[in-house]
C-alpha cells in the first residue's frame, strides 16, 4: 500500500471516530459554573440542549446531598444528566447552608427545627428563593408546575419540609431516607411521629396553601439494609401522605406493586386519576443515593449497583403531574324538552289509618363511626420527644409514663414501648385494640 493510500485510510477511519464521538455527545448538556442563586445557597446547574417534554417549558429537579456530603458530591456522583438529557430537564444541585446545630457540624440540611421549622427562615426560605431566582431567568425556560425536589437523608428530612411549608412550589417530592414532617431528626431508629402526627403537622406547615397538597406526587426510596435510618420510616411516611392527599377527599389505595430493576420493590398508590404516590424499598442497598448500575463517583453514601433513582424518579413525575395534566373538555348541557302538563283526572284519596293499622317501626339509629386509632412504637426517650410520654425521677435512669393515662413505660430511658391513642393527646400502653 502507498503512503498516499495510507494517509487516505486514516483520514476516512479518523473522520468516521470524529462522527462518532460527535453523536454521541451532541444531545448532551452542560453544568453552569457555580453560583450562588437566590442570594444565599451555592449551586450546580445543569442546563440541557434537548426540548423540553411538556408545554414548550423546561422542568426544575431540585436534589439534595445528605449529611457529610456536598452538593459536588451530587454532581459528580448522584447520575442526573442522563435524566435530564432524555426530558430536556433542568437540574439544580443546592449546597446546604450549614446553619443550625448539625449544619454547622456535619453540614445537614437545617430541617430539624421539627414543628417550629417556617417557610420564612434557614434553608426553607432559601430554597424558595432559589427556585424563584431561576424561574425568573428566562435563559432557562422553566414552568413553575414542574418544579420538583428530591433529597438524601437530612436532604429528605428537609425535602419533606419543603412539601409541607412549599406544597404551592413542588409539584412533586423524592424522598430517599428521612425522617418525616415535623420531626427533629433524633427519631432515626424508629419513625418518632405517628400517621395522625405527620399529616396535622404537614396541614399545619402548609396552612394557606394546603389546597396545593392536593396536586402534589410523593415518593419514597429507601434501602432494606439502612443501618442509620430504619427504612420503617418509608412505610410510615407513605402513609403519612396517603392522609394528607386524602385531605380533599380523594380515597388513595394500592393499586399496583412489582420490582424495578436493580433490586427494588415497587408499591404504587393510586386515586381516581392515576398513580399519585410510590415506594421503593431497594433490598441489599444501605444508606445511600441510589444513582444506577453504570454510574461513579459522588464519594460515600452513593449507591452504584441498584436502582437508577434519577431515571425512575422523573419519569415518575412527567407521567403523573397533576399540574400540567390537560383538563377534560366539559360535556355540552344537553337540551331539555319541556314535558307536557298532564290532563288532571279523579284524584285518589290517600286511605286514612284506621283501628287494627300497625304503626311502621322507626328506622334503626345510624351507627357512630368508631374513632380512628394511632400506635407507636419507638424508644421511650423518642416518645417523650414527640410528646407522648413524661419522665421523672432520677437523672441517669428515669421513670416514663404515657402521656395522659400515666402507664408505666418499662426499660427507662431505651426501653422500647409501643403506644397507642385515639385523640393524639391521651395516650396508653400497648397497641390499637
Not at 446553619?99 to 420564612?120: A, I, P, V
Not at 425568573?136 to 428537609?158: E, F
Amino acid at each position: 500500500m502507498s503512503l498516499t493510500k495510507s494517509r487516505y485510510y486514516f483520514f476516512i477511519l479518523s473522520l468516521f471516530a470524529t462522527l462518532f464521538l460527535f453523536g454521541s455527545t451532541a444531545n448532551a448538556g452542560s453544568w453552569r459554573s457555580e453560583a450562588t442563586i437566590g442570594g444565599k445557597l451555592k449551586v450546580h446547574v445543569y442546563v440541557p440542549t434537548t426540548a423540553p417534554m411538556i408545554n414548550s417549558k423546561r422542568a426544575l429537579m431540585v436534589s439534595m446531598h445528605g449529611c457529610s456530603q456536598t452538593h459536588s458530591n451530587f454532581k459528580t456522583g448522584a447520575n442526573w444528566p442522563g435524566a435530564a438529557d432524555d426530558y430536556g430537564m433542568v437540574v439544580a444541585l443546592p449546597m446546604a447552608s450549614k446553619e443550625g446545630l448539625y449544619g454547622s457540624l456535619l453540614g445537614c440540611w437545617n430541617f430539624h427545627g421539627g414543628t417550629s421549622s417556617s417557610r420564612g427562615a434557614s434553608d426553607v426560605k432559601y430554597l424558595i428563593n432559589m427556585v424563584n431566582a431561576m424561574i425568573a431567568d428566562s435563559s432557562l425556560n422553566i414552568d413553575p408546575d414542574q418544579v420538583y425536589i428530591t433529597g438524601l437523608s437530612s436532604g429528605a428530612g428537609q425535602a419533606h419540609l419543603m412539601a409541607c411549608l412549599a406544597p404551592d412550589v413542588f409539584a412533586g417530592v423524592g424522598i430517599n431516607a428521612g425522617p418525616g414532617p415535623g420531626s427533629g431528626g433524633t427519631d432515626l431508629n424508629f419513625p418518632g411521629i405517628s400517621v395522625n402526627q405527620g399529616k396535622n403537622n404537614c396541614e399545619n406547615f402548609a396552612a394557606s396553601f394546603k389546597s396545593s397538597l392536593y396536586t402534589q406526587l410523593y415518593n419514597n426510596v429507601h434501602g432494606a439494609n439502612d443501618g442509620t435510618v430504619s427504612s420503617s420510616h418509608a412505610d410510615r411516611n407513605t402513609d403519612i401522605f396517603v392522609a394528607v392527599y386524602e385531605g380533599d377527599g380523594s380515597d388513595i389505595t394500592a393499586c399496583a406493586s412489582g420490582s424495578v430493576t436493580g433490586g427494588g420493590n415497587l408499591t404504587t398508590y393510586c386515586d381516581g386519576t392515576g398513580p399519585r404516590i410510590s415506594k421503593i424499598i431497594v433490598s441489599g442497598m444501605g444508606h445511600a443515593w441510589p444513582a444506577g448500575p453504570g454510574s461513579s463517583g459522588g464519594g460515600s453514601y452513593i449507591d452504584h449497583t441498584h436502582v437508577n433513582y434519577p431515571d425512575y424518579i422523573t419519569e415518575f413525575f412527567f407521567d403523573n403531574n397533576r399540574r400540567v395534566m390537560a383538563q377534560p373538555t366539559p360535556t355540552a348541557t344537553p337540551t331539555v324538552t319541556p314535558t307536557a302538563t298532564p290532563t288532571p283526572g279523579p284524584v285518589t284519596p290517600t286511605p286514612t289509618p284506621g283501628p287494627g293499622t300497625p304503626t311502621p317501626s322507626p328506622l334503626p339509629p345510624t351507627p357512630t363511626p368508631a374513632p380512628s386509632c394511632d400506635d407507636v412504637s419507638a424508644f421511650n426517650y423518642y416518645h417523650k420527644v414527640a410528646g407522648r410520654a413524661t419522665s421523672s425521677g432520677n437523672f441517669w435512669l428515669p421513670n416514663y409514663a404515657a402521656n395522659g393515662s400515666n402507664d408505666a413505660m418499662q426499660g427507662s430511658t431505651w426501653g422500647l414501648t409501643s403506644l397507642y391513642s385515639f385523640n393524639g393527646s391521651y395516650w396508653s400502653v400497648g397497641s390499637c385494640p
